[in-house]
C-alpha cells in the first residue's frame, strides 16, 4: 500500500512537470491520433518515472518551451501509465523502438527525428537541450 502511494506521488509530480512546463497531455489513442496527425510540427515527450527523465528529460523539455524556434505543439505521452496513447504515439515514431524516456519531432504525421533514452542517460542536460536545439532548427525553423 505504501509503495503504491509513492508511486502514485511519483506519476503526478511527473505530470505536474510537464503541465508546468505547458505541455499537453494525451492520455488516449484519440487524442494522440487526432494531435499528430495534423497538419504542421508538434514536439512529443514521452514521459517516464524513471531517474533520467525527472533529471534530465523534463527539464530539458520545459527549457525547449523557450527556445526561438518553436513547433506547433508541445505535447507529452506517458509511458507505463497512458499505455494506450504511448502505444499509439509510438506508431508514428517507425524506425525507432520503443523508448522512455524520449522525444519525437513530428511533421505533418510523419517522424523527421528522435532522442531516445541513450542519448538522455547518462548525458548532461546541455547536451540534451543542444542536441534538441538542433533538431527544431532543422525541422521547425519556418
Not at 518553436?70 to 497512458?82: I, S
Request: charged share 25%; net charge negative.
Amino acid at each position: 500500500m505504501e509503495f503504491q502511494m509513492f508511486m502514485n506521488d511519483v506519476v503526478q509530480s511527473a505530470r505536474q512537470d510537464m503541465d508546468q512546463a505547458g505541455y499537453q497531455q494525451l492520455t488516449s489513442a484519440e487524442e494522440v491520433e487526432q494531435t499528430l496527425s495534423q497538419e504542421g510540427t508538434t514536439f512529443v515527450v514521452v514521459n517516464s518515472v524513471c531517474g533520467c527523465a525527472g533529471g534530465i528529460a523534463r527539464p530539458s523539455a520545459a527549457y525547449m518551451k523557450n527556445y526561438e524556434v518553436q513547433p506547433d505543439r508541445f505535447v507529452t505521452v506517458f509511458a507505463g501509465q497512458d499505455k494506450e496513447a504511448t502505444e499509439k504515439a509510438r506508431s508514428y515514431f517507425t524506425g525507432y523502438p520503443p523508448s522512455s524516456p524520449s522525444f519525437a519531432l513530428i511533421k505533418d504525421g510523419e517522424i523527421k527525428a528522435m532522442v531516445e533514452r541513450h542519448e538522455i542517460e547518462g548525458h548532461e542536460p546541455i547536451e540534451v537541450v543542444n542536441k534538441l536545439e538542433s533538431h527544431f532548427d532543422a525541422h521547425f525553423k519556418k
